[in-house]
């Protein structure tokens, strides 16, 4: 497994909440506005913002615009990660 993904698949794997936002996102068909992902995972929206802004830096998602209100979508590595992580959630 590449780094970037090791480094992306290891923060999802140690941080429940990070993983229910990621899925939210790919729930979404690979996109959703933060306001709706804060919604949905029944997380407050500061700690929603903040898992978000990981995320981005992680390189798993971007977004169209900072905080809930921009529309975050998985980028090719987000992509990469689904895949890969769902192998390993199978393993486990």
């Known amino acids: 497994m590449p780094d970037d993904i090791r ?3 290891e ?6 909440d990070a993983l ?5 996102i790919e729930a979404g068909h ?9 919604k ?4 407050a929206p500061e700690a929603a913002a903040r898992l978000l802004k990981t995320l ?3 390189g798993a998602v971007d977004s169209t615009d900072a905080g809930l209100d ?13 895949s890969e992580f769902g192998r390993m959630r199978v393993a486990v």
């Open 70 to 82: 921009g529309y975050y979508y998985l980028t090719s590595l987000g992509v990469r990660l689904r």
């Open 11 to 16: 923060f999802l794997a140690s941080d429940a």
């Open 56 to 58: 981005k830096q992680t």
């Open 30 to 38: 690979g996109k959703a506005s933060g306001w709706a992902i804060a």
């Open 7 to 9: 480094a992306a698949a």
């Open 40 to 43: 949905n995972v029944e997380i």
């Open 20 to 24: 229910r936002v990621f899925d939210a």
